[in-house]
């Protein structure tokens, strides 16, 4: 080596140099197009959860059937709560308990209607 010259990891011919370029080029290219889904799909979350619905304060679950009968009365949002639920206002949660209609034990809907269990 003489002196002035630099130590490089890079091929010391063009042809090699070229074929180095156009991988990079491509990898770039790669990353790029990821990082552009990627932002899409959070654009896309993003829209849904402002497009979403606001959560009920309350929520009545029904069963199955034609008669579709109420089972559980939950606080809105409550984790528990299955699929066959519909938002209600606050003077119906509070009716369904007195009818019978069992308040849900993890979200105490109960409680936070003010109703104690006797």
């Not at 890079?10 to 370029?21: G, I, K, S, T, W």
């Not at 552009?36 to 679950?61: K, S, Y």
Request: a neutral charge; proline letters at 6%.
């Amino acid at each position: 080596m003489t002196k002035g010259q630099a130590v490089t990891d890079l091929p010391p011919d063009v042809d090699r140099l070229r074929v180095l370029e156009m991988w990079l080029q491509l990898s770039l290219q790669r990353v790029t197009d990821r990082i552009a889904a990627l932002e899409r799909r959070e654009a896309e979350r993003r829209r849904g959860v402002a497009a979403a619905p606001p959560v009920p304060d309350w929520m009545i679950e029904t069963g199955i059937g034609a008669d579709r009968p109420r089972l559980y009365v939950h606080i809105g949002g409550c984790h528990m709560a299955g699929r066959r639920v519909r938002g209600i206002t606050r003077a119906e949660p509070a009716g369904a308990v007195a009818e019978g209609v069992e308040a849900c034990t993890h979200c105490r809907a109960d409680s936070a209607l003010g109703i104690l269990d006797g």
